[in-house]
């Protein structure tokens, strides 16, 4: 193991993001403690699955992690289709008549398949691959100075105070480290509102296959149809079947501060009347009362860097997107390889040369976090028939969404933090000059 670094690492948020990044540290030897807003870890949400790039981008942050995810998560239950991402299927069809087996219109694979896993139970297990003492709880950030030593001086809600020599802000879509970085007016200090809503639901798996028949409920599918589109994988190694349909509607959410409102059963029927019988059936199975989350990102105002001096964010504090791509959290573990890879780099010895690893990451990773917001975007119209170019081409839905997916999940990540190191050593050549 390398030499311990002389400087210290202060992480705004225990997400996903925060708590990958952390143990990449660690185990890096670099000196790293959380500050977590919540009393303990956890994740709200239900089911969260990762392409190809996030499990390699696991096994390079930390052995542990990779060994979690294959722990805890779920692929499709069929061994032919071990490779199938989704099933698309035409949740409009009119010529189904009743629930049960409905064919494909397409199917899209990868390397890895479908993997769901649920996010509190993930998190659960990667709290085990830290210390205990590296974390600190119910630390809500306010705001950031500097001491007259140079360290950061981090400020939270509860008169309390602790210092670092750097700052990463891995707190999620409402991000007070962005707030911090470019102000409370700036248009990317807070997320915008996709026009886009999920109804979320957790059904017991055997009901589910009495619905709608073995091989839609055990195996990942895509609904598609006219501005609404319901997806479904198995989770808690098939006991389980996540459901999420998302709507699209022009009006604007009711109020910003709030993610999610309290919805019914029958608010998901009548957003969904007249899809065929499988969506309906599915929508049916769920509980009678129903969270409806608000899908935000930061598509209409990306920030202009990621980085300012010695205060870095990253994940969704950085490039919030839909969850349309599968990719979200994935491009969060990636994020947090670079970053452990660039602080442990030899060269980066020093605060400032932390500023400088900085720089690198956002020259790095800003290109291609910010396509997948905008990309992800698009691939949610393509599975509502609103996508342009593509109406309800089926064809050309299905070329859409592989072209789109393999710039996911093709992509090298070694490669990727080769690339961020060297652009660390030009940055760092620049400022000795």
């Known amino acids: ?92 069809d009119k010529t189904l008549k009743e629930a049960g087996h409905q064919e494909a219109a ?130 808690n190694h098939g006991e389980i079947l996540n459901i999420v349909a998302f709507k699209t509607n022009e009006d604007d959410w009711p109020d910003y501060q709030r993610l999610t409102r309290p919805a019914k059963r029958e608010d998901a029927l009548k957003d969904f009347e007249g899809y065929g019988p499988n969506v309906i059936a599915l929508l049916k199975l769920t509980k009678p009362d129903l969270d409806c989350w608000a899908i935000f990102d930061l598509g209409d105002n990306p920030l202009p860097r990621f980085n300012k001096g010695r205060i870095c964010i990253v994940g969704d504090a950085s490039h919030a997107t839909s969850p349309h791509h599968g990719a979200g959290a994935g491009f969060c573990i990636e994020d947090s390889l670079v970053m452990a890879e660039l602080l442990a780099d030899d060269r980066v010895q020093s605060p400032a040369d932390v500023e400088a690893a900085f720089t690198a990451f956002d020259v790095n990773r800003r290109e291609r976090t910010q396509w997948l917001v905008q990309s992800s975007r698009f691939q949610g119209d393509s599975y509502e028939w609103r996508a342009p170019g593509l109406g309800d081409d089926f064809q050309k839905i299905e070329g859409e969404i592989n072209s789109r997916n393999g710039i996911v999940g093709n992509f090298d990540v070694e490669q990727g933090c080769k690339d961020a190191v060297q652009e660390l050593a030009k940055i760092m050549r620049q400022s000795n000059l």
């Open 1 to 92: 193991m390398s030499t311990k670094k002389n400087f210290e690492i202060a992480i705004i948020g225990g997400g996903i993001a925060g708590l990958t990044l952390a143990i990449a540290l660690h185990h890096r030897n670099v000196p790293v403690k959380i500050y977590e807003q919540a009393p303990k870890f956890g994740e709200i949400g239900a089911g969260v699955s990762f392409s190809p790039n996030a499990v390699w981008a696991m096994k390079l942050c930390h052995q542990g992690i990779y060994d979690a995810f294959e722990r805890i998560c779920t692929r499709n239950a069929w061994p032919s289709k071990q490779k199938v991402w989704f099933d698309y299927l035409n949740g409009y």
């Open 106 to 235: 397409f199917t899209i694979t990868s390397s890895i398949g479908q993997n769901g896993v649920h996010r509190a139970r993930f998190l659960e297990e990667l709290v085990k691959l830290l210390p205990g003492d590296v974390a600190e709880f119910g630390k809500r950030l306010s705001t950031i100075t500097e001491a007259e030593s140079g360290r950061l001086v981090m400020h939270f809600e509860d008169g309390s105070t602790a210092e670092a020599d750097a700052i990463i802000g891995s707190d999620g879509i409402k991000s007070q480290v962005r707030k911090v970085m470019f102000g409370e007016n700036h248009p990317c200090a807070h997320p915008s509102y996709t026009h886009k809503y999920a109804y979320r639901g957790l059904v017991p798996m055997e009901q589910a296959v009495k619905a709608i028949g073995e091989e839609r409920a055990r195996n990942s599918c895509m609904h598609m149809g006219p501005g609404g589109h319901v997806l479904t994988f198995p989770v």
